[in-house]
């Protein structure tokens, strides 16, 4: 059973004010609070097992170690992963997706061409154009339309036996569009491309099988998923990552050292050059436990409740446009209100201890689209509650209130 009050005091910050006032925090999309279990877990690496891992031979080290190899194997499991070597440990989605593009240089030649969705996140947009500048390849774009969903027919029209690679995101963290992927992967491996789908804002809400999808990439960040920042998961198919050349050179990522030659360590090491996020790693093993035991379909139906709820209360305002009114969606709401800059009302909000993101989230390309310099967004986590929404419109009247 879902009991909010249960879940809401797992997590210490909920109960902090901002201003005077009980904080509302509705800015999940950007980063996710943490539970006790998972601070419990970070306190206690530093309590008991800090040091080293795969190299000492002293106790702390192969706990250390161990706890470590038991976070990649619950992070396999999570995605129904076939093997834990296809499990890089990187620092999060945007350090994920730089590896794979690096390492498509030497993969690539002039006239290749990459497709990218209209809706991408600049982490999944840039990074290709800067191989495309290294390689002569050519970035194009699969549009979409008004509602925030990608337009299909364009997208196979665009794809041919020039295409190398795609690009999407499962989910748009400035829209919530949920993305037909399993559509998207099967046609492009029709014509021999591969697929990098961009998972770090449908983690949260989608427990996504990753064998079943067949993807060839797919990338999250911990702390979208109630884990820490700076720690994060590149999955890749075995066969991709014997093929890309490392991203960084160091220790822990090699076989041998001499100043005439270097070999690589094996999968997944060779993609882990340096000391990682050790304590990080751990913490995200631990998040992801705490997700599933409350359990990924009890969380997308309440959240689905709840943007339901949201959207309702908010379209009640006059003057109030939502962005993103695709069919499938998850609990982000991006929205404006006639005449009045999303800056000002984010600020406003804030002064009564709602938290927002106002601004282009890191996908300007969809604010052009739009014909706007960007949105407020309001986007729900399961820790979340009708009465906030509640909290969040009577805010947002105000606001409008105040300014028009
Ligand atoms: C948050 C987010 C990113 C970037 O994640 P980082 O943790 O900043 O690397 C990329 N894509 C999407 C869809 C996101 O929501």
């Given amino acids: 059973m879902f009991d909010i009050t249960k879940i809401r005091a797992d997590f210490p910050i909920l109960k902090r004010e901002v201003n005077g006032k009980p904080l509302v925090y509705l800015d999940n999309a950007a980063t996710s609070q943490t539970p006790q279990q998972v601070i419990d877990v970070i306190v206690d690496y530093y309590h008991r097992l800090n040091a080293n891992i795969h190299r000492g031979v002293h106790t702390l080290s192969q706990e250390a170690t161990d706890a470590y190899e038991q976070a990649r194997i619950k992070i396999q499991k999570h995605f129904n992963i076939a093997k834990p070597q296809e499990v890089i440990l990187t620092s999060g989605t945007t350090h994920s997706i730089n590896l794979v593009a690096n390492g498509f240089s030497s993969l690539l030649k002039?006239?290749?061409?990459?497709?990218?969705?209209?809706?991408?996140?600049?982490?999944?947009?840039?990074?290709?154009?800067?191989l495309c500048e290294r390689t002569g390849s050519v970035l194009k774009v699969i549009p979409m339309n008004a509602n925030g969903e990608l337009v299909m027919e364009d997208f196979h029209s665009l794809l041919s036996e020039k295409t190398r690679l795609v690009f999407c995101n499962h989910v748009s963290?400035?829209?919530?569009?949920?993305?037909?992927?399993?559509?998207?992967?099967?046609?492009?491996?029709?014509?021999?491309?591969?697929?990098?789908?961009?998972?770090?804002?449908?983690?949260?809400?989608?427990?996504?099988?990753?064998?079943?999808?067949?993807?060839?990439?797919?990338?999250?960040?911990?702390?979208?998923?109630?884990?820490?920042?700076?720690?994060?998961?590149?999955?890749?198919?075995?066969?991709?990552?014997?093929?890309?050349?490392?991203?960084?050179?160091?220790?822990?990522?090699?076989?041998?050292?001499?100043?005439?030659?270097?070999?690589?360590?094996?999968?997944?090491?060779?993609?882990?050059?340096?000391?990682?996020?050790i304590c990080g790693g751990i913490a995200f093993g631990a998040a992801l436990d705490y997700m599933n035991s409350i359990g990924f379909e009890t969380i997308s139906s309440y959240e689905a409740e709840l943007l339901a709820y949201a959207t309702e209360e908010l379209l009640k305002i006059e003057g109030l446009k939502i962005y993103g009114t695709a069919a499938n969606k998850t609990s982000v709401i991006s929205f404006n209100i006639d005449g009045i800059h999303p800056y000002d009302i984010g600020t406003i909000l804030d002064k009564l201890g709602i938290a927002v993101r106002t601004g282009h989230h890191c996908a300007q390309p969809i604010m052009d689209f739009y014909k706007i310099p960007g949105t407020v967004r309001a986007s729900f986590s399961f820790y979340n509650t009708k009465e906030e929404v509640d909290v969040l419109v009577a805010g947002v009247e105000r606001a409008k209130n105040m300014l028009l």
Avoid at 111 to 121: I, Q, R, T
């Fill in 173 to 277: 963290n400035a829209l919530g569009t949920i993305n037909p992927i399993e559509a998207i992967i099967s046609a492009s491996h029709e014509v021999g491309a591969a697929v990098l789908v961009d998972g770090a804002q449908a983690s949260p809400h989608i427990k996504a099988d990753l064998q079943a999808l067949d993807v060839d990439f797919y990338t999250i960040s911990a702390h979208k998923v109630c884990g820490p920042t700076g720690v994060g998961m590149l999955y890749g198919k075995e066969a991709w990552l014997k093929k890309l050349p490392p991203y960084q050179g160091g220790g822990e990522m090699i076989a041998e050292v001499t100043f005439d030659k270097t070999t690589y360590a094996d999968l997944p090491h060779k993609f882990e050059a340096g000391t990682p996020n």
């Fill in 110 to 130: 002039e006239g290749d061409e990459l497709l990218v969705s209209a809706m991408e996140h600049h982490s999944n947009i840039v990074p290709w154009q800067m």
